[in-house]
Antibody, heavy 119, light 110 residues
Framework: QVHLVESGGGVVQPGGPLRLSCAAS????????IHWVRQAPGKGLEWVAV????????VYAGSMKGRFTISRDNSKNTVYLQMNSLRAEDTAVYYC????????????WGLGSLVTVSS | QSVLTQPPSASGTPGQRVTISCSGS????????VNWYQQVPGTAPKLLIH???QRPSGVPDRFSGSKSGTSASLAISGLQSEDEADYSC???????????FGIGTRVTVL
């Protein structure tokens, strides 16, 4: 059974860092790209970043570039999202989700991890 | 402002057909497949339609998707109360080199 479990969310002060983790199980990790998608309170879904395996490639949404870093530890079936210089507008539920590499659709999602940026 | 344009709301009575539009451009819908996600408020999104018109296993056949040029649509036939949710379209954008979502359409069953 496919599982994606996010952790690491919480309250952080503006300008501070936070690292989210996404632990995957139940599928062949190397066959999938792992994406982060976020949703601010009362807003729509916003794509954040992706880490593909075979191409060892990472891609970021423009507004996240330079502040967020996605990485994957294939030995632990885990993907991380390091977020720096956090702003109030980064407050959101952060979901990790998987994509069969090259298909550009997300067939399983985690339950999400809430990040609140507030002083 | 989202790259993909959807109406904020749609509604219908049980049994009716509801259609949701999603308008994009040549760099996203015009050159890539469209996917649709269903999200009941407070829960994680669920894949509803992929590759513009393909239903994953377990998705009822009253849901259907189509694409023409730079626009796509999702149709719900025989609307049911459990279809009350937010529906978001999405696609890869070649110009932005990233994935883009619509703002989501809230479907209400009257």
């Amino acid at each position: 059974q496919v599982h994606l479990v996010e952790s690491g969310g919480g309250v952080v002060q503006p300008g501070g860092p936070l690292r989210l983790s996404c632990a995957a199980s139940g599928f062949t990790f190397s066959d999938y790209g792992i994406h982060w998608v976020r949703q601010a309170p009362g807003k729509g879904l916003e794509w954040v970043a992706v880490a593909w395996f075979h191409e060892r490639q990472t891609v970021y949404a423009g507004s996240m570039k330079g502040r967020f870093t996605i990485s994957r530890d294939n030995s632990k079936n885990t993907v991380y999202l390091q977020m720096n210089s956090l702003r109030a507008e980064d407050t959101a539920v952060y979901y990790c989700t998987r994509e069969i590499s090259g298909t550009y659709y997300f067939d399983y999602w985690g339950l999400g991890s809430l990040v609140t940026v507030s002083s | 402002q989202s790259v993909l344009t959807q109406p904020p709301s749609a509604s219908g009575t049980p049994g009716q057909r509801v259609t949701i539009s999603c308008s994009g451009s040549s760099s996203n819908i015009g050159s890539n497949k469209v996917n649709w996600y269903q999200q009941v408020p407070g829960t994680a999104p669920k894949l509803l339609i992929h590759s513009s018109n393909q239903r994953p296993s377990g998705v009822p056949d009253r849901f259907s998707g189509s694409k023409s040029g730079t626009s796509a649509s999702l149709a719900i036939s025989g609307l049911q109360s459990e279809d009350e949710a937010d529906y978001s379209c999405a696609a890869w954008d070649d110009s932005l080199h990233g994935y883009v979502f619509g703002i989501g359409t809230r479907v209400t069953v009257l």
